[in-house]
């Protein structure tokens, strides 16, 4: 293997070719899927948790399975990362038994520390500042039902998060315009906002932020591991509901997404999530088919 692992630790590790490959790829493997085809025969991915998970952890798994590799999942019981041994020392010794390393974890650095310390590809499961694989499956389901996003407005409600922040990536390098509407106090890192340019626009009026949209997109109000402050925020999100009326500004064709578990209620009402705009469920098995195709990506060396 080269010394230089391909990682993916942010969708800026992608080129806007590379990531328009990557959801024609994961559609392909989607509609064609040939259990003869296992192109990681004898491969091991390593899949460590600090932060627990459904969809990643099932959708990593299954995707080495159907390619003939295994995955090792390791919780945060097993794993105390950065506390019983340097983080450096940790990368080097799993890479050296493993063929690709996924982490689920906090801090955006322990990723980016583990990638320059591993002889293999490093995949960011999610980080509190990025979440790079929900966009390959949000951006997949775009174009399954919808066809190119290029040029198209799409609408983010609620948190500046990690998921905000990838979209806005997204916006970036698949060149459609981001509106978003945040609670004061919780809008997206300025850094990563300066970086788009005029791709991002802030609303005040959710309304606002909707008309024209052709996809609007929210997620829960507080994260794994802000419960203490979910009363605040319950506060400061009140009016920031995905409803019908959210859903009527937009366009008539417009879908509605989220990374899921939701709240049904909280970010958006039952009626949006459980509605005929809805395509959560599609959304969430595209995990599968993304991860699959960035498996391949950065493990059969295209």
């Known amino acids: 293997m080269s010394s230089q692992p391909r990682h993916f630790i942010s969708l800026l590790d992608l080129t806007s070719e590379e990531f328009r490959f990557l959801i024609q790829r994961a559609i392909q493997l989607k509609n064609h899927r040939d259990p003869d085809y296992q192109p990681l025969k004898g491969q091991v991915l390593a899949m460590i ?3 627990s998970s ?13 390619f003939g590799g295994s995955a090792l999942f390791l919780s945060p019981r097993d794993t105390q990362l950065g506390r019983g041994e340097p983080l450096q020392d940790s990368a080097r010794v799993i890479s050296s038994m493993v063929d690709c390393i996924m982490l689920r974890t906090n801090a955006h650095d322990t990723v980016t520390t583990f990638a320059q310390h591993s002889r293999v590809p490093v995949i960011n499961g999610l980080t509190d500042t990025q979440h790079p694989c929900q966009l390959l499956a949000d951006m997949q389901t775009y174009f399954e039902h919808r066809g190119d996003i290029k040029n198209k407005k799409v609408t983010w409600i609620g948190d500046g998060n990690n998921m905000c922040h990838s979209y806005i990536h997204a916006a970036m390098l698949l060149d459609f315009q981001l509106n978003i509407a945040c609670p004061t106090g919780y809008a997206p890192q300025q850094d990563i906002v300066a970086a788009a340019g005029d791709r991002v626009v802030f609303f ?19 994260s794994m591991g802000q419960e203490e402050e979910q009363r605040q ?4 999100f009140k009016n920031f509901q995905v409803s019908t009326e959210i859903m009527n500004a937009a366009n008539k064709n417009a879908l509605f997404m989220h ?4 709240h049904r209620g909280e970010e ?11 395509v959560i469920f599609d959304e969430a098995e595209n995990r ?11 493990l059969c060396n295209h």
């Open 268 to 278: 958006v009402s039952a009626d949006v999530i459980d509605g005929s705009q809805s």
């Open 49 to 51: 948790f600090e932060k």
């Open 233 to 236: 925020r319950q506060i400061a």
């Open 54 to 66: 459904t969809r990643t952890r099932i959708s990593f798994e299954a995707g080495m399975s159907h």
């Open 204 to 222: 005040d009026s959710t309304l606002a932020a909707a008309e024209n949209a052709d996809l609007i997109v929210t997620d829960v109000w507080a």
């Open 288 to 298: 599968l088919h993304a991860q699959k195709a960035l498996l391949e990506f950065l």
């Open 259 to 262: 990374c899921l578990p939701a």
